[in-house]
């Protein structure tokens, strides 16, 4: 069974980056056939994609958040994780990472339970 876990800073201040990293057990990041993906809901909003990375490393950013946006994998630890820089506190959400089929881009076949992220000085 996949399960994936976020884990990163619960407050962040203006102007600063949000460093998150997701945590996955039951499956290689390494495994064809998967994008591994990031996401986000405001207080009161519905989901944003950020981004997500395939298992050469490529990746593809939300166009509005792309130059603030980096995501990347550390194979040795079975994790991946998004930096997301210069942030306001419209960056407030609950952040997810998800696993999405590659036959099923846009959507996520298992994702985490999601980690507060407040943006406040």
């Known amino acids: 069974q996949v399960q994936l876990q976020e884990s990163g800073p619960g407050l962040v201040k203006p102007s600063q980056t949000i460093s998150l990293t997701c945590t996955v057990s039951?499956?290689?990041?390494?495994?064809?056939?998967?994008?591994w993906t990031w996401i986000r809901q405001p207080p009161g909003k519905g989901l944003e994609w950020l981004g997500d990375?395939?298992?050469?490393?490529?990746?593809d950013y939300s166009p509005s958040l792309k130059s603030r946006t980096s995501i990347y994998k550390d194979p040795s630890k079975n994790q991946f994780i998004l930096q997301l820089s210069s942030v306001t506190p419209e960056a407030t959400a609950l952040y997810y990472c998800?696993?999405?089929?590659?036959?099923?881009?846009?959507?996520?076949?298992?994702w985490g339970q999601g980690t507060q992220v407040t943006v406040s000085p």
């Open positions: 990375i395939g298992n050469s490393g490529f990746t």
């Open positions: 039951g499956e290689s990041i390494t495994t064809n056939g998967y994008y």
């Open positions: 998800a696993r999405t089929p590659a036959w099923w881009r846009g959507g996520f076949d298992c």
